[in-house]
């Protein structure tokens, strides 16, 4: 999330009678529109940016730097505002998400994805009319914010009204989600930079638009979760909209979990000091790890400024943008491959096979950028600047099967129940902070270290593959509620910070039924935020 705040998957737990129903298939969608929504944002900055009539109205200094071509080719772009353009919605996003976390507790997850298409709309209409820099960055700011609600509100959403035995698959759906809303503003963006006249930039910012509008039609055409219905209270409400959602009459026992589980969540009243606690610490350390070297790999890199950077390279404006439109294709793809292999081959193999694909790429791309591209002369030629999109390709390949869903996928299935919420809270906060980092540094590393910026992020793969190697565990096909056991307590380092008393000291605040409550399916992480 994406991404953004994924709540807890599948279980291997109990299952209840639930039938696919139409109001699932809605959730389904809206996933999809929450998912695209943010990966369109992600996608659309960098082509808009590449594009002369939008440089020349919101960035002359750089419209001119880039025409007359006195500066290095490496530093055309290098400019704060400029990045401010593309980081300021992640900063809004990871402020954003305290809210969200207060909103989708107290007002449900309906209302605040509602909130978050109102913030939506409103940043593409500032962003489409755009006069000058402050509309532009204001919009992005609101942008940003239904960002944070978003995706607080939607993954938390679906993982609660989709029956348990596909809630797992639609983890990594709202990744997929993401990485077609960037393909789809790759695409816009090729169109839009042909329309005459030097307005396609304000289409690009405006196609934003629909999955904004789709979001908030489907927010109000849905119903809010049971488990939010509950949690505040409405029981009765609560009961028949789980009739409703299950298509079927037989809810009782998943009713009375849903109370139990909700009953459980309010018992623990510190969430966040109770993450830094000893036993808590191998899950925190691991999630925090993952966010920051999922950005650390670079990928955004490429995500955000895939067209600035081939331009940089020479490609020319029309090259650079189905340049992005090829990278985009292959992150989609990819994530599909990562959907189906992710059970079977595991996590670990996933990651480690990807640094060193990464790691190779990576190494390959400098070389050939060391060599070929100078500060003042940028001659690729055509058979190695095919190469080096070849060579983006297969990283950013490498990536979508790996770090990009399971820096989401492995914090939510390894934070026990009494930490899930706040740990997916830090998880969704770390990813946003290092996103805005490296959009707000990238171009100007760019100008630093020139061909260097490919071999700064491989060494950073080299050392997130040796974290992976020794530190991070195998959980493939392990129920959520059997992780201290048969992970944690089995691994080399983390086993000296699993003290006996943990379960003992939990489930004494559970009457002794943690299992029941770790399979439940209505656990609601924000509830305890
Ligand atoms: C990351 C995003 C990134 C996307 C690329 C996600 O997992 O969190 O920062 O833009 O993958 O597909």
């Not at 940043?123 to 755009?130: D, E, I, M, R, S």
């Amino acid at each position: 999330m994406p991404g953004g705040g994924f709540a807890a998957p599948a279980t291997a737990g109990t299952e209840f009678e639930a039938r696919i129903t139409p109001i699932v298939i809605i959730s389904c969608i809206m996933a999809a529109t929450g998912g695209l929504m943010f990966g369109y944002d992600v996608g659309v900055s960098g082509g808009v940016t590449s594009m002369n009539p939008f440089l020349k109205k919101f960035f002359p200094v750089v419209y001119r730097r880039k025409q007359t071509g006195d500066d290095s080719n490496y530093c055309k772009y290098d400019n704060q505002g400029l990045q401010l353009f593309t980081s300021s919605l992640y900063l809004a996003g990871l402020t954003a998400t305290f809210f969200a976390s207060y909103t989708t507790r107290k007002l449900g997850r309906r209302l605040t994805m509602l909130i978050a298409g109102f913030f939506f709309i409103c940043g593409v209409a500032l962003n489409a009319a755009a006069q000058d820099l402050a509309m532009l960055i204001v919009g992005r700011i609101l942008l940003g914010c239904g960002v944070g609600f978003a995706n607080q509100a939607v993954p938390l959403f679906l993982s609660e009204i989709a029956p348990t035995r596909i809630r797992g698959a639609l983890n990594i759906l709202f990744q997929l989600n993401v990485t077609i809303g960037i393909l789809f503003a790759n695409l816009v963006n090729y169109g839009t930079a042909k329309i005459k006249g030097g307005w396609g930039w304000r289409v690009s910012l405006g196609l934003a638009g629909i999955p904004a509008l789709l979001l908030t039609v489907g927010a109000l055409l849905v119903v809010d979760t049971p488990n939010s219905l509950i949690e505040r209270g409405r029981l009765e409400e609560g009961k028949a909209v789980l009739r409703k959602i299950r298509g079927t009459d037989k809810i009782e026992p998943e009713f009375l979990e849903l109370v139990e589980a909700s009953r459980v969540a309010k018992l623990v009243k510190h969430p966040f000091r109770n993450l830094l606690e000893r036993r808590n610490r191998p899950q925190l350390i691991i999630a925090v790890a993952l966010q920051f070297f999922q950005q650390f790999t670079g990928i955004n890199a490429i995500m955000f400024y895939a067209p600035v950077l081939f331009d940089t390279l020479g490609f020319g404006g029309d090259a650079s943008l189905y340049s992005a439109v090829i990278t985009g294709a292959v992150n989609v793809l990819s994530t599909v491959v990562s959907i189906y292999s992710v059970d079977k081959v595991g996590r670990r193999l996933l990651l480690l096979e990807a640094g060193v694909q990464m790691f190779l790429s990576q190494v390959a791309i400098a070389i050939i950028l060391g060599i070929k591209v100078t500060d003042k002369s940028n001659n690729l030629g055509t058979s190695f600047a095919i190469l080096v999109v070849v060579l983006i390709c297969t990283y950013v390949s490498s990536f979508a099967w790996s770090w990009g869903p399971l820096g989401w996928l492995i914090p939510s299935e390894t934070f026990p129940l009494e930490t899930r919420s706040a740990g997916q809270s830090v998880t969704v906060c770390i990813n946003l902070l290092f996103t805005f980092v490296i959009a707000q540094a990238f171009l100007s590393m760019l100008c630093k270290f020139q061909y260097g910026i490919f071999l700064f992020f491989s060494g950073w793969v080299v050392v997130m593959s040796f974290f992976v190697l020794f530190l991070v565990p195998e959980t493939k096909n392990i129920p959520i509620e059997e992780m201290t056991e048969r992970v944690w307590k089995q691994h080399w380092l983390w086993k000296r910070f699993m003290d006996d008393d943990y379960e003992h000291n939990f489930s004494g605040d559970m009457n002794g039924d943690t299992k029941k409550v770790g399979n439940s399916n209505g656990f609601d992480p924000s509830s305890q935020l």
